[in-house]
């Protein structure tokens, strides 16, 4: 079992940053960041593998820095120049392969969320 627990969210306005963390129990081969905005279906928007292989959803590209650290076991997600099509619930996922995407059905294990609202 892997347990993760999410926070950092909140409202900003556009432009501005925000940091989410994930507490992990134990990293798995793949973790990820995903979204879900109302009405909408998941999206992934980050991953970032063991050996700290990343891919961004073209959407954040440039934006959004996913990274980890192993000493704390905690997994990030800096997002900076945020827009209102950002807005969503925001979820930590953890994968045990063999595949890392940004394809939900990799996953197994999801925290509860984290609500990221961005004002215009």
């Known amino acids: 079992q892997v347990q993760l627990v999410e926070s950092g969210g909140g409202s900003v306005q556009a432009g501005g940053s925000l940091r989410l963390s994930c507490a992990v129990s134990?990293?798995?081969?793949?973790m990820a960041w995903f979204r879900q905005a109302p009405g909408k279906e998941r999206e992934g928007v980050a991953y970032i593998t063991k050996s700290s292989t990343t891919r961004y959803a073209n959407s954040v590209k440039d934006r959004f820095i996913i990274s980890q650290d192993n000493a704390k076991n905690t997994l990030y997600l800096q997002m900076n120049s945020l827009k209102a099509e950002d807005t969503a619930m925001y979820y930590c996922a953890a994968g045990s392969g063999p595949v890392c995407s940004l394809d939900s059905r990799w996953f197994n294990y999801w925290g509860q969320g984290t609500q990221v609202t961005v004002s215009s």
């Open positions: 134990r990293y798995t081969y793949c």
